[in-house]
């Protein structure tokens, strides 16, 4: 261990990890996994900088942590964390970056993918693109069609070595051990136990049916349910044997709204091989050079299911742990925040 664990010691410069988180249940997952939270540390963010920090350490590694503000998901909020964050933490611009949280599966039957509920997706790069493609950035052309521009920097080669590294000799037993530490963190902490709710793929052309409201116009307890739903619907899929995570490498979609149109996933994901989409990593790497590691809560479908959020969460920061415990520790700068 550091001798600067002595928390006293620690300054801004110290911090070359910045992780940045979505969702509340993004956040509560990122300060379960830690070894160490940090607090009171004895300095502060720079003026102007409308962040809200927390700051912990896993292995040899000081991170410092930021949520975006609740309710305001999306590209240009997610931008607005990052850039404030490196000028708080300008070493941060010589670390690296994770974003950690949820995110919606292309699942691609046919092509034989099974990505199901509670899996992770991690960026790496494939084929031409660098692991993240900005789905809805480009030029509109003749006749409706669309050429996507997309140019979004490569993650750190130190965690993609990691990513590489990680799970490789026995997949299996990699997996399990984060299921296990998810049900040890879900047995203090029951919002992170796996949902017992059903795991429903719907073809891509049924659409979600909303509950009516209640008597009184009351919320209906089935509402955000696909209780109302054709169950006859569903897309047939093997039953897996167990619930271990399966891990899912290769590109992650990332674009300025919520994916929810399944007809428009299916079309994107067999156009560029996405495996899951989600809406703020696109405009971050512009700030500093970020791993994306997501947890399936859903199907970027309409037929979204809030009870498997905070699971999600938690195994994606699992997962993102797991890889910083085996990154190389990274050395400031000579003259801390010049470059």
């Keep these: 261990m550091s001798k600067k664990s002595v928390q006293g010691e620690l300054t801004r410069d110290d911090f070359l990890i910045g992780w940045i988180c979505t969702l509340d249940a993004d956040l509560a997952a990122a300060l379960a996994v830690l070894d160490e939270q940090m607090l009171d540390l004895p300095f502060t963010k ?3 900088d409308s962040n809200h920090y927390h700051f912990g350490r896993i292995h040899h590694h000081y991170i410092v942590i930021a949520c975006l503000p609740a309710g305001t998901p999306g590209a240009t909020a997610a931008s607005w964390v990052a850039a404030n ?3 708080s933490f300008p070493n941060l611009a010589r670390g690296v970056g994770v974003i950690v949280g949820v995110g919606g599966a292309a699942p691609n039957i046919p092509k034989g993918r099974d990505i199901r509920l509670g899996d992770i997706v991690v960026s790496k790069p494939e084929g031409r693109t660098n692991g993240l493609i900005q789905y809805d950035y480009g030029t509109a052309t003749e ?3 669309f050429v996507m521009e997309s140019h979004l920097a490569a993650p750190p080669m130190a965690l993609l070595s990691a990513v590489d590294f990680v799970g490789v ?3 299996e037993a990699f997996a399990r051990g984060i299921r296990e530490k998810a049900q040890r963190i879900g047995s203090r902490e029951a919002r992170f136990k796996r949902p017992q709710s059903p795991d429903n793929l719907f073809e891509a052309t049924h659409l979600h049916v909303q509950p009516k409201a209640g008597p009184n116009h009351l919320p209906n307890p089935d509402s955000g349910t696909c ?13 897996r044997k167990s619930d271990v995570p399966h891990i899912h490498k290769g590109i992650i979609a990332s674009g300025n709204q919520t994916m929810k149109d399944a007809v428009k996933r299916d079309k994107i ?3 560029t091989g996405a495996l899951c989409f989600e809406r703020e990593a696109g405009s971050v790497t512009d700030d500093f050079r970020c791993l994306v590691v997501r947890g399936i809560s859903n199907y970027a479908d309409g037929h979204s299911n809030k009870s498997w959020v905070a699971y999600a969460a938690l195994v994606a920061a699992l997962f993102a ?3 910083l415990l085996v990154a190389p520790k990274i050395e400031p700068p000579k003259w801390p925040g010049k470059y």
């Design 321 to 323: 742990k797991e890889i």
């Design 143 to 145: 006749g409706g069609g």
């Design 85 to 87: 964050m490196i000028r």
């Design 227 to 239: 209780a109302q739903c054709d169950l006859t619907k569903r897309i047939k899929r093997p039953e």
């Design 46 to 48: 720079i003026r102007g």
């Design 169 to 171: 000799r026995n997949p």
């Design 269 to 271: 994901s067999a156009e």
